[in-house]
């Protein structure tokens, strides 16, 4: 039979030659062109799905939302009284720690031989390198410091929401679940950390995709992004001991021997605090000189719980303390109150790895001489953000009272940190 279209179909009379036969010889073989990164965009953004870019369009209003109030708080709250000139641009951003980080991404730990035997020494061994790192990278692109910093903050913490979301998906069965766990995420009292040149959205971006992958058994994926978040903070230590956990509940409830294979991927994330160690041992002789450091920069020498919190309580209520200082003290006695009742809820619901996270953030920042950034610390607890989301979705009233008081809050720390008073 012909496989002509009958349109094209010879005369009867003539018959069809056969078509000519070429032998198979094997070209050379041409790599197909790389495909254009607008393309990898278009693909990546064709991923996502409607929930998804919801709660990134929550997620860019926000950013949006905090840079303008630092626009103004840079006016209205000038750093000399009776200056006739705004702040720079980007001075809001250019507080505390986020000049720590700095320093260390252009200087190195220890610049021209400084380091902890130096007078008026910054103690910036204290922060992992993790950071750091990438902020030096980015400069090469972004040659401000600072605006290379915003530019980290901003891409992490969208990895971080999106991740933060999925987890909610998975956890609570309401459609409107990541989306509702995403907004009062990004409206909590300390959200300004995740905008600026700190470590919270950065370790998030690494932490909860681990935990993502950790949750559906991708044990490989997950111990390789904690290995980065412990980079980045030692809380990723912590995160380390709760997926560490999980597989071990898991391993046992599947009963299968093929199930253990994957242990030793849960050892991975301690190989960058033990090399970071060891850098430091080199250069100053102390293998813990980053604990150290925190010990005399920050006051986090051991103390028991009770001396913590009867320290802390001094500051807050006695007559030690500016009313700003004293008001944060407040805050992390609150938080503090915070934490405690979250890990008594996921021990009464039997979410043992969760509790195990945010049990060891607690006794890591409730043992020093008093309390230390636990309001910022809360940025880091997902089962909190869960766990309020899903009231909300079955209290409708409590989202409004959530709201009328984070609300208010929220942006005085805001305010508080842009404008260059501690803040946590």
Not at 55 to 82: D, E, Q
Request: charged share 15%; glycine share 6%; proline share 8%.
């Amino acid at each position: 039979m012909s496989t002509l279209s009958p349109g094209l179909r010879p005369p009867a009379d003539r018959p069809v030659p056969p078509e000519p036969r070429t032998p198979s010889r094997p070209g050379p073989r041409i790599a197909a062109p790389p495909e254009p990164r607008a393309g990898r965009f278009r693909r990546a953004v064709a991923r996502l799905t409607p929930a998804d870019r919801a709660v990134l369009w929550l997620y860019l209003l926000t950013r949006i939302s905090l840079w303008v109030t630092a626009h103004f708080a840079r006016r209205l709250f000038p750093a000399r009284s009776g200056t006739r000139e705004a702040a720079p641009v980007l001075a809001p951003f250019q507080q505390w720690d986020a000049n720590h980080y700095l320093h260390i991404a252009r200087d190195g730990y220890f610049p021209a031989g400084a380091g902890p035997w130096t007078s008026g020494w910054d103690n910036r061994e204290a922060f992992f390198p993790g950071y750091p790192f990438l902020l030096r990278a980015v400069h090469t692109v972004v040659p401000d410091w600072t605006a290379a910093g915003l530019l980290i903050s901003f891409v992490a913490g969208a990895v971080a929401v999106l991740a933060l979301a999925r987890i909610a998906r998975a956890y609570l069965p309401q459609d409107a679940a990541g989306r509702r766990t995403a907004a009062l995420f990004l409206l909590s009292p300390c959200a300004v950390f995740l905008a600026v040149g700190y470590t919270e959205a950065l370790f998030l971006a690494f932490a909860l995709p681990a935990w993502l992958a950790a949750v559906r058994h991708r044990w490989a994926l997950a111990a390789v992004l904690t290995a980065l978040a412990t980079t980045v903070r030692v809380s990723g230590l912590f995160l380390a001991a709760a997926i560490a956990l999980l597989f071990v509940l898991t391993a046992r409830e599947k009963r299968d021997r093929r199930s253990w294979r994957a242990a030793g991927w849960t050892l991975l994330p301690a190989l960058p605090p033990a090399a970071y160690s060891w850098y430091l041992h080199a250069r100053t002789g102390d293998w813990m000189a980053w604990k150290h450091a925190q010990e005399r920069g920050w006051y986090r020498t051991f103390h028991t719980p009770w001396e913590a919190w009867a320290n802390t309580w001094n500051g807050a209520f006695g007559p030690t303390q500016t009313t700003g200082y004293a008001f944060m003290f407040q805050a992390e006695l609150v938080a503090m109150l915070v934490g405690l009742a979250l890990v008594a809820v996921l021990l009464y619901r039997r979410r043992w790895p969760e509790a195990l996270y945010v049990a060891l953030s607690l006794w890591a920042l409730g043992t020093s001489y008093w309390y230390t950034s636990i309001p910022r610390a809360t940025l880091l607890w997902w089962p909190l953000w869960i766990g309020l989301a899903a009231l909300s979705l079955r209290r409708p009233w409590f989202r409004t009272a959530y709201l009328s008081v984070a609300a208010p809050l929220t942006t005085l720390i805001a305010l508080t940190f842009l404008t260059g008073r501690w803040a946590g």
